[in-house]
């Protein structure tokens, strides 16, 4: 795994076997409000691009993934939701931090932040910025003409 591409296949190949997710996303996150109004399954998890920077042995990226759930209208089920999507995401990094897929590894400890209402409509989950190290190529590796 060296782009990209790699890191948002392995999410979306965890998610798709995920017990509880219900649907994937990655687009940035300002598309995020968008991609959410498609469609009322949930949970959904969203990846949204940060940063990438570049190393002599590996590259990095910095992403942000996303997962919500639908509150009640009387909010009865909140924590729930909070606890669910915070779950997924500990899932996630756990996949990433101790899976058998050594292309990838995940650098320092991430934070889970708590996200309220952030799409307008019922939905509340949680979020959390992932740094994640892959291996970089050479310049033999570079397609050319």
Not at 28 to 38: L, R, W
Not at 56 to 65: L, V
Request: net charge negative; aromatic share 12%.
């Amino acid at each position: 795994m060296r782009s990209y591409i790699g890191v948002l296949n392995k999410i979306e190949s965890f998610c798709n076997n995920h017990a509880m997710v219900k649907r994937f996303g990655a687009d940035f996150v300002e598309q995020m409000g968008n991609i959410a109004s498609q469609s009322t399954e949930y949970p959904f998890v969203f990846v949204a691009p940060v940063s990438k920077s570049l190393g002599e042995n590996a590259h990095q990226f910095t992403i942000d993934i996303y997962c919500w759930d639908l509150i009640q209208e009387d909010r009865a089920n909140i924590n729930t939701c909070l606890s669910d999507t915070d779950l997924i995401l500990t899932d996630i990094w756990t996949d990433f931090a101790y899976g058998d897929d050594y292309t990838v590894n995940v650098i320092g400890q991430p934070f889970i932040s708590p996200l309220n209402n952030g799409l307008l409509d019922y939905t509340v989950g949680n979020v959390m910025r992932l740094n994640v190290e892959v291996d970089t190529y050479c310049a033999s590796d570079i397609p050319t003409l």
